[in-house]
């Protein structure tokens, strides 16, 4: 604001708070109200934010210790070219896979990084298990407030659903259909429902046999784990250890299963249930890093008292 004759007001008059936190404590949240003195003709924005150049200030005035919380405990910009990174990887292998060409420098192949080019799919999936947990895991040993269910669900659908369903029905409509790649309207109806609901690795015909994307099977294991990822999640706040454990011993159990039971696999290597032990480890990645950023303070003793 320009005309400085207004003011703006805050509600609480307390400078400090105390949180204790414990066992049965699995939540917490704090507000407070801002108002003007004086009504205005525009709106106003009021912008409220951590000044790390101020802590000095506010311990000088109050005698306190206070210090702030790294900006690395929020953000991890280096994770960023890692995605790009694996994702670029795992592109280079299914581009080797159509065409065979493999890239050497002098006559030193590099046959052997394309042939194990799908390994980088888990890195994507425990990348995501790590970032996934991570506002969970600042909300554990932090203090901070539980990521709200809704809004997660809202932002997993914004960023995957409206891309992912313009390249479907891109292939759908430019490849599928005028090179009449389904053998009746019926296969091409349960291809399409499949891929938009994202089951489509439950059916051989819509997973392995589609013809409008069968690398779309890491989307659907992705959204398939969004569905369950709050509950999980809430979960391994009030059970660290006992809960991922449960997911590795549930992935470990199918595999077993699988092997015992099954002489194809090709159905079931890609399941949610062959990822769950990666997804935990990436969660427990989140709870680690978390501790080791604000330098274990306190964190201790509270995981000791819910595990």
């Not at 929020?74 to 994702?87: D, F, H, M």
């Not at 203090?143 to 995957?160: L, W």
């Amino acid at each position: 604001m320009e005309n400085f004759d207004n003011n703006v007001f805050v509600d609480n008059t307390i400078k400090v708070n105390s949180i204790f936190l414990k066992g049965s404590n699995d939540s917490e949240q704090r507000s407070f109200k801002v108002a003007i003195a004086k009504q205005e003709s525009e709106d106003v924005t009021i912008h409220i934010a951590a000044d790390p150049s101020l802590v000095s200030t506010y311990n000088e005035g109050y005698y306190d210790q206070t210090i702030a919380l790294p900006t690395n405990c929020y953000k991890i910009p280096e994770l960023n070219g890692l995605r790009v990174l694996l994702v670029f990887i795992v592109s280079w292998y299914h581009f080797w896979q159509q065409s065979w060409l493999t890239p050497s420098i002098g006559s030193y192949s590099l046959d052997y990084l394309l042939r194990a080019g799908y390994m980088p799919v888990d890195g994507t999936i425990l990348l995501s298990g790590f970032l996934l947990f991570l506002p969970y895991a600042r909300a554990m040993l932090l203090g901070e407030a539980v990521p709200n269910t809704k809004q997660f669900y809202q932002r997993r659908i914004m960023r995957i659903v409206p891309s992912y369903y313009f390249v479907t029905l891109a292939l759908l409509f430019a490849v599928a259909l005028p090179w009449h790649l389904y053998y009746n309207s019926s296969d091409m109806v349960r291809d399409v429902v499949m891929h938009l609901t994202f089951t489509q690795t439950f059916n051989p015909a819509t997973y392995i046999a589609t013809p409008i994307g069968v690398a779309s099977w890491t989307i659907a294991i992705e959204m398939q784990a969004y569905l369950i990822f709050p509950l999980l999640a809430r979960w391994a706040m009030k059970n660290p250890l006992g809960t991922l454990m449960t997911m590795a011993a549930g992935t470990f159990a199918f595999r077993g299963w699988c092997v015992w039971r099954l002489d194809e696999y090709n159905m079931v290597v890609n399941q949610l249930a062959n990822f769950l032990d990666i997804y935990a480890l990436g969660m427990g990645a989140a709870l680690l890093y978390v501790w080791l950023v604000v330098g274990g303070y306190f964190v201790t003793k509270y995981l000791v008292g819910i595990l």
